[in-house]
């Protein structure tokens, strides 16, 4: 190891390969650690400077809980900044994938070329990594850990395989729960469907043919969106395509970085020079290409929603994108006009406020609606106080309290309600 950060704007990292070569950046996806891509670096280091790095509280990393991707990229830019690397190539998985994306669209003068694996353009709904922040947040992160390696590997990988299988599942117990949970939100926010367009640089969308979590079709969608990509399908892999198909997926991406590193632009910094080019005997796989223009876009300086359209957002970040739509969507010409005015007046005027964050904005409405009675709004609030960061020991408290200035009765009303979907709400799926 020749380096390591530990401080909170910057990453945990570690450089392999040697110095004077161009560096080549493995980003680790949700719950896994650099060691995911240990088989792919004693052939990339003949060619590259190897850079990989944790997330924050991953792999004994510092827990300092990153909420975004763009806060994620961020504090990847200035490790590299640190570690005085300008330009590089970058290949990520999953979370990593996302967080190349956004450097790709924010930062395309440091990318010289991008692979995007088991990656996709919007992960999911918001809704699910919200749950799983709740199921962490309530039960820690075993139920995870023992999921993990079927997520992650095919089932005949994960039997033959049972060392790799028990090091999957330890990776995740050990990760920092805050941390998880932090990445649970990152993901749930992101989204750059509409920008994928803007993506300037040769990109290879690789992806395991039996990946159950962004499969083919999400590495599709990269594909027909971004213009400059390719795809490759490796077969009997899933989403750790690196750690069940190692000497594939190094392959692919030997020849991928090796023929379409993007020379840089005059931007006034150091270039570090394009690795050589080793001969290939044929072409990396590759699907249909399709040419579509750069999304137009404006800085997000010049875009000002108005109370609408931030109530919007944060009433599906509360109270989740099902309720919602449904709430939405069972609006007529007598309801709609409530609709908008809840959206724009409760969400985008009061929720929105900073004055308050959002557990005690929670606690605050439950109260209220014990004191009101209103046990229908009981239950969406109760499930959206546990995605605001409430514990359900928290939220006890808060009934209890109620109980001596609402009335014992309200608050008995109050607790059915609440028990039962904390009971649905923080019970893993097996």
């Not at 990453?11 to 070569?21: K, N, S, W």
């Not at 919007?122 to 997520?151: C, H, K, M, W, Y």
């Not at 010409?333 to 005690?360: C, H, K, N, V």
Request: net charge negative; proline share 8%; hydrophobic share 45%.
């Amino acid at each position: 190891m020749q380096g390591v950060s530990e401080t909170p704007k910057t990453l945990q990292y570690r450089f392999d390969g040697p110095e004077d070569a161009p560096v080549l950046i493995l980003a680790p996806s949700l719950g896994t650690t650099w060691h995911m891509w240990d088989r792919q670096i004693p052939e990339l280091v003949e060619q590259w400077r190897v850079f990989r790095f944790d997330l924050p509280g991953h792999g004994g990393a510092p827990a300092h809980p990153a909420g975004s991707v763009t806060e994620l990229a961020a504090r990847l830019l200035a490790t590299l900044d640190e570690a005085g690397v300008d330009r590089f190539g970058y290949a990520g998985c999953s979370l990593g994938g996302a967080i190349g994306a956004e450097l790709a669209l924010r930062h395309p003068q440091r990318v010289a070329s991008l692979a995007l694996i088991a990656a996709s353009p919007r992960f999911g709904t918001a809704d699910e990594f919200r749950q799983r922040g709740v199921i962490v947040r309530s039960n820690g992160l075993d139920p995870i850990a023992r999921t993990s390696p079927e997520r992650w590997f095919t089932t005949g990988f994960a039997a033959a395989q049972p060392a790799i299988t028990d090091w999957a599942v330890q990776m995740v117990r050990t990760t920092d729960p805050g941390c998880y949970i932090a990445a649970c939100e990152a993901l749930a926010a992101f989204d750059v469907r509409a920008e994928l367009g803007a993506i300037g640089v040769p990109t290879l969308v690789l992806v395991g043919s039996e990946d159950q979590v962004t499969g083919p079709a999400e590495a599709r969608t990269l594909v027909a969106g971004i213009p400059d990509a390719r795809l490759a399908v490796v077969p009997g892999a899933s989403h750790l395509a690196p750690v069940e198909q190692p000497a594939a997926v190094t392959d692919l991406l030997v020849r991928h970085f090796s023929s379409v590193w993007q020379a840089p632009q005059d931007t006034g910094r150091h270039a570090i020079p394009a690795p050589p080019v080793k001969p290939v005997l044929s072409a990396p796989p590759a699907g249909p290409v399709a040419e579509i223009a750069p999304a137009a876009h404006q800085p997000e300086a010049a875009v000002r929603p108005d109370r609408y359209d931030t109530g919007l957002k944060v009433r599906r970040e509360v109270l989740g994108d099902a309720h919602v739509d449904d709430a939405l969507a069972t609006a007529d010409d007598f309801s709609g006009e409530f609709q908008e005015f809840i959206t724009r007046y409760a969400w985008g005027e009061i929720w929105a406020r900073p004055g308050l964050d959002r557990r005690m904005r929670s606690s605050v409405t439950l109260t209220a609606l014990v004191a009101g009675g209103h046990l229908d709004e009981m239950v969406f609030h109760t499930r959206a106080a546990l995605r605001n960061g409430l514990t359900a020991d928290e939220i006890r408290e808060v009934l209890l309290q109620t109980a001596v200035y609402c009335g014992v009765p309200a608050a008995n009303a109050a607790f059915k309600v609440a028990q039962r979907v904390i009971r649905e709400e923080t019970t893993p799926q097996e």
